[in-house]
């Protein structure tokens, strides 16, 4: 089964941010090359178990190391920091979503992510997109183009406001 890789935009960010990083550092084409080995992947496998590497639960790594010191001296781009989410869902949804997940060749939790994103972006933009009848358009059309005198009160409001920003 051959898949498709879909990078989010966070991801797409942060390969543009490494690029820019690489390119600064060493020079466009290396960077080019390196990123372009990152966003096209020629096979899809688990990345290692610490105890493959080497690595015990006990190794601690800190301090100025060189791999995480960039060229003369500047440190490496941090990740960006990231905040966690739980619910509780029915066996139901939970294998819905595995077999979405898979059919597209990511993660559940990718899966999850971009479809919450999605819909949460969705969700913002219907509360902050003012949706007009054309009676409502040429109402506030008109009220532009011809805005009504200012009414006294109005007018005792710019006079303390201008009162104001001269006090200041």
Known sequence: MS???????????????LYRYIAEAASPDIAAQYTEAQ?????????????????????????????????????MP???STAR??????????SMLKRAAELQGRTMTDFVVAAVQDAAQRAIEQAE??????????CFAQALLSPPQPTPALKRAFARHSKLLRAE
């Open 3 to 17: 898949y498709r890789v879909v990078f989010s935009p966070e991801a797409q960010e942060q390969l543009a941010e």
């Open 39 to 75: 966003a096209l992947p020629t096979t899809l496998r688990r990345p290692p178990q610490r105890a493959e590497i080497g690595l015990s639960r006990g190794v601690v790594m800190y301090g100025n190391l060189p791999h995480n010191r960039g060229q003369e001296g500047k440190p």
């Open 78 to 80: 941090q990740p960006f």
């Open 85 to 94: 989410l739980e619910a509780r869902i029915s066996t139901d949804l939970h």
């Open 129 to 138: 997109i003012l949706r007009l009848t054309l009676v409502d358009q040429e």
